[in-house]
């Protein structure tokens, strides 16, 4: 969230890996057509892009690709693979800047116009039956050119072995209990195996099976293998999906959240609580700061008079809030923001955090609490590649820290989280823990995961944000309802987490909702209601998706909508609230 009147762009999604690895001379090329000498793109997938006769590193022809507008010229081919088996990647590449990498796992990228140099790198495979491989430019730099593409590896089929079953689907649900079936596999089988990350949870004959043994209101994904005695295949695709058996928190099933100033004025002007329109389900309190980065002590200061000469006493504010409670609605403080940084460095400062945390919620007679860690105060340390169990210490603390205040407050306490796009669905072709450039990406990650089964909604914000690569393995830019519907669809149907062998399970649909700005002004990626609702319409119901296929299926209990910000909505005539209110009322 921003306090400036316009804020910047959040567009740090270019990650350096170097280093060359060398190439077997006879290399067991996986590709089609890798040195374009087709004089076509045929086997690829490209766009703004063709093959040229010159310039060339081998051969009669070369790729050449050119980006335009937001869009950086990418040429990609997906193979299948083996699972848990190391690959190399090489290609001749010229231009300035070059990329060469594998989606959902590493990069690399040189600068040189003038002529051909080499790019390589190696990565293992998970779980998975395939792999993309993508080259591309970037925006404003030129023509780029890569020719002799080469992936080293043993393809993905094991003689004698049954085929990959199809994609399990969750059908019968109970609060102990999930059942799957899935498509029969092509091939001799003697048995499936149903896997929940690399443990083995059941094994059946048949296509169907039933995992039981589970806690209520708790999330899993699951694939399955065939087997029979030449071996066991590729795995499936993965299933995300929860028992029953969540507390009622008292939000209606499409809710409307939006952020209050309450602690500063830029522009929009003051709101008091006690205008807060009852369209606001969730109403967060803007913000609540660190006295220092590494503190871990919060302070929330309501905005002064000086700053803000409406503002209501102590008093007021608090009067308003029970009145909200009283008709249902939820009441927030939100830490962090733009301007605050917080590092939980050490246990003094996340034993701080609780304390002054629940200081503020107790004065204020608070439902719960935002996180809202923007900027530098998430990040991961070298090596830290295993989201589900992190080892730097602003993580592990935080998380520490959000278990504890969860337990103090009981089952009704509302915990959402707001991270930005770099810090969640980036996580699906960079993490931070693995040095592949910034170590930020992907870094609410570990927090999402520990805090799962007691997290509210979490509305990432799908706005300051340079292009995303999506499921579909394409960029998405953000302002129209692709975007949305792309993003929203990674939280749901969950991904695999870069360079890791790891999956990232999705969320339950409730714990779902969109961030926005309320308004031109409010920040970088605004979308007209129209295009809002085309996106929750196609999340919702499946209609009106255009060319993306939802790879997490139709989430009717999709929680709603957030917003940057309340005084934004006001200070621009309540379009937001106007819009989208009855639009989310109206669906089932």
């Not at 809710?255 to 807060?276: K, Q, T």
């Not at 955090?353 to 609490?369: E, P, R, T």
């Not at 830019?477 to 669809?489: L, R, S, V, Y």
């Not at 929750?536 to 119901?541: G, Q, R, T």
Request: aromatic residues 10%; proline residues 5%; glycine residues 12%.
């Amino acid at each position: 969230m921003r306090r400036s009147r316009l804020s910047a762009t959040l567009a740090a999604f270019v990650l350096a890996l170097s280093g060359v690895l060398a190439v077997p001379a006879a290399a067991a090329n996986l590709l089609a057509n890798p040195g374009f000498e087709a004089g076509s793109l045929s086997g690829w997938t490209c766009s703004n892009a063709t093959a040229v006769s010159t310039p060339v590193h081998s051969g009669g022809y070369a790729l050449a690709g050119t980006p335009v507008g937001a869009d950086y010229a990418q040429c990609a081919q997906t193979v299948s693979v083996q699972p848990n088996t190391t690959y190399t990647v090489s290609a001749w590449v010229r231009g300035n800047p070059v990329y060469l990498g594998v989606t959902g796992g590493p990069s690399t990228w040189s600068g040189n116009p003038s002529a051909y140099n080499q790019l390589s790198l190696s990565f293992t495979t998970g779980n998975q039956t395939s792999a993309q491989l993508y080259l591309h430019g970037w925006y404003g730099a030129g023509t780029y050119y890569a020719d002799d593409v080469v992936l080293d590896g043993p393809g993905g089929n094991t003689p004698g072995a049954p085929g990959a079953p199809g994609t399990p689907q969750a059908t019968t649900v109970t609060t102990g209990s999930i059942g799957l079936s899935w498509g029969a596999s092509a091939g001799t089988v003697a048995g499936y195996r149903v896997y929940e990350g690399s443990a083995v949870v059941a094994t059946v004959t048949g296509t169907s099976a039933t995992v039981g043994g589970l806690a209520a209101c708790t999330t899993h994904s699951y694939a399955v293998a065939a087997y029979n005695s030449a071996g066991e295949p590729p795995k499936s695709g993965t299933v995300t999906a929860s028992t029953s058996g969540c507390v009622d928190t008292g939000l209606p099933k499409h809710a409307l959240v939006g952020y209050l100033h309450a602690s500063f004025a830029n522009g929009s002007g003051y709101v008091r609580m006690a205008d807060v329109p009852a369209a606001w389900d969730i109403i967060d309190l803007a913000f609540g700061e660190p006295t220092s980065v590494t503190s871990g002590d919060i302070r929330f200061n309501r905005c002064s008079a000086t700053e803000c000469p409406n503002v209501e006493s102590d008093a007021d504010f608090v009067a308003a809030i029970k009145a909200k409670q009283a008709q249902g609605k939820k009441v927030l403080i939100s830490i962090g923001g733009q301007n605050g940084q917080v590092q939980l460095t050490t246990t003094a400062a996340r034993d701080k955090f609780v304390s002054s945390v629940s200081a503020i919620i107790d004065k204020y007679g608070l439902n719960g609490l935002d996180v809202d860690f923007e900027g530098h105060s998430l990040s991961l340390n070298a090596g830290d590649t295993d989201f589900r169990n992190p080892t730097t210490p602003v993580l592990v603390n935080l998380i520490s820290a959000l278990k504890t205040l969860k337990a103090k407050y009981g089952s009704g306490f509302v915990l959402t989280m707001a991270p930005e796009t770099f810090f969640v669905q980036v996580g699906y072709q960079f993490y931070g823990g693995t040095s592949a450039g910034d170590a930020r990406t992907g870094a609410y990650l570990p927090v999402i995961h520990a805090l799962r089964d007691s997290l509210t909604v979490l509305h990432v914000q799908d706005y300051n944000s340079g292009p995303v690569m999506g499921l579909d393995n394409q960029y998405h830019n953000m302002g129209g309802p692709e975007f949305h519907i792309a993003m929203t669809d990674m939280l749901k149907a969950g991904f695999s987490v870069a360079n890791t062998g790891q999956f990232f399970p999705g969320l339950r649909p409730d714990q779902i909702a969109i961030g926005l700005p309320a308004a031109v002004s409010a920040g970088n990626g605004y979308t007209s209601p129209a295009d809002v609702q085309t996106a929750v319409n196609c999340l919702v119901k499946g209609s009106g998706c255009g060319s993306y296929t939802l790879r997490g299926g139709t989430s009717p209990g999709f929680r709603g909508l957030m917003t940057w910000s309340i005084n934004w909505d006001k200070y621009y005539g309540w379009e937001f609230q106007n819009s989208h209110e009855p639009f989310l009322n109206a669906l089932p």
